[in-house]
Every structure is written in C-alpha cells, then in structure tokens.
C-alpha cells in the first residue's frame, strides 16, 4: 500500500463511522492558513469536479470569526497545520462546539492540530522533503488529496480510484526522474531570475495550488519578494496589462482539461513577454498516469518542482528559503 494510505483509511473509516450515526455525511469543509490551506486545494478541486457532496475552503480565521451556519453533525471538518498554528487550532474547537466531525493533519502526533481534532493523520514535513521521491505524495498536499479520493470510493463509488492509487504509486518515478532531469534547467533558472523581485505565477485547474502556495510561501515568506498568483483564464482580465518584456513570470502548464487555459496563456506571452518560464507537466512525464485522475495529481508534481527551482534562485541570491523578517519573531 502506498505511503500513509493506511492511516488516511483508519482515521477516516472512524470519521464516517461517526457521520453515520447521524444521518451521514453532507458537507466536506477544509480550514487551515497559508500553505496548509493552499496544499488542500487540489483535493477540494477533485471532490468539486467528482462528487455530490458539498465542498468548501476556509481560512482559518475566517472559518472562526465568520462561522458558515450550515457546519453541523453531517458535517467533515479537516484542518491542516504542520505544527499547531493557533487559528486552525482554534477552528477545529469551533467545529466540534458545532456538532461536525473532524480530522486534523498534521506533522506531529502530539501536536495541537491532532490532539484538538476527533481524529487526526500525520505526514512527513521536513524542510528537504522535495528531494526524496518516495516522499513526494507523502506531505499535506497528498495526505488531503488521499482523503479525497477516499471520500469518493465511499460516498460516489468513484470507479476510477484504483487508478488513483496507482498514480500516487507511479508519481515516485515519475518525480524522481524529473528531479534529476531538471537540476540543469534549474541551474539556468536561477542565474536569470537572481534579481527579480516583482513576480507573476500563474497556473489553472488542480494546479492553482501551485501559485497560490509558491507566491504566498517561495516567493513572498522565504524570498522577501513580490509575487502576485493569477489564475491562468483571469490573466486576460486585467493583470496582462502589467506584461511586458522585463516582468518575470512563471507558468505552470497542466495536463488535463484546463491545458487550453494555460496554453493560452503562454501563446500571450510568447508574444509580449521576453521573460517568462514554463514548466510543463506534460514535459515532466505527469501524461504517463491514467487520464481519468492525472490532472489531479499537477500541483503534487509541479510544488516539489518549484521548490527545486526556487531553491536554487535562493543559494544563488544567498538568501536563505528558511530566512524570515518576522514570522515567528514577534507577536502578530
């Protein structure tokens, strides 16, 4: 069985179990802040695109201060915190004071996030995680994408799961060959965007997630520069107009039924733009999984990618990704 598939099922067979006794299970809410919220979007995108149950993500803080009053007994509560960050803490208690069942991820067993939750999976969270191709699956972002297709085994007798697990499976390959294959490449990207401090990232479908996390996370926490995601379909309704042949941007290309979106994007670019980076999940091998589920599985191949990408920027600009101004530092 793939790595941490069998706490995903022990932990969620207990959950539904729980649902059960109160009419089942009718809403699936996702809360964490960060890159624990973004790592969740491409599970809410599968159950979104895949199942009849209602699916929603919530900042944290917001889940708190602006309750949805449709959270009850029939309700999932998954939140998502490496350690324990106090905001998703604090939402799971919000939850549970609601009635709704919930489940906290989490690198750490004794951690808040777990111990605060019903029920609660770990992942692996090391900072060097990217360069280890068996873990590549083997994060938040797997863990919730695991989740989802759990989710719909049971609740939509999705008949493509077993073709999922076989691409968590197959995933370890197929990232392991792209982390070799693209140090090179890294390389190159690092020399040309050392001094770039203004950013576009750009992506659609599954892999929004990879913007979101890398403009928020890489770029903007571990870079100190300015980033701005955009989904790929929104870019022309509004933020093209900051193209020019200086500007960089970087554009992550899908496979799947979005491809159009991004390669739409990169036909602008090529265009108008003169400094722009495009990695493809087509080039990266990401075709080789079945077509029923590839496209959800990009951001889980594109975010260790870019991780390797950014980090060499990082030792080329001798700014450390673990480097910080005030997160952790002070009161906030």
Known sequence: MIKGMQEVI???TKAKADLDKNGGLKQVIFVACGGSFASSYPARFLLNQESSLRVQGYNSSEFVNATPKNVDKN???IGTSTK???ETVEALKVAKEKGAVTVGLSGYADSLTAQTADYYITYYHADEWY??????HYNSQGTALKIAFWLLKEYDNYEAYDQALEGFEKLETIYGKAY???RAEAAKF????KDDTVWNVMSSGAAWEVSYSDAFCFFQEMQTVHCVPIHSGEYFHGAFETCDKNLAILLFKSIGRTRPVDERAERFLNQFGGHHWIIDAATLGLGELDERVAEYFNSLL???ISKQFISAMADVRMHPMTYRRYMWKFDY
């Open 10 to 12: 022990d932990a969620m």
């Open 75 to 77: 309700t999932l509560v």
């Open 84 to 86: 324990a960050t106090a």
């Open 131 to 136: 360069k280890d191709p068996t873990l590549v």
């Open 180 to 182: 070799t294959d693209v």
């Open 190 to 193: 690092a020399m040309t965007y």
């Open 302 to 304: 594109f975010h260790p």
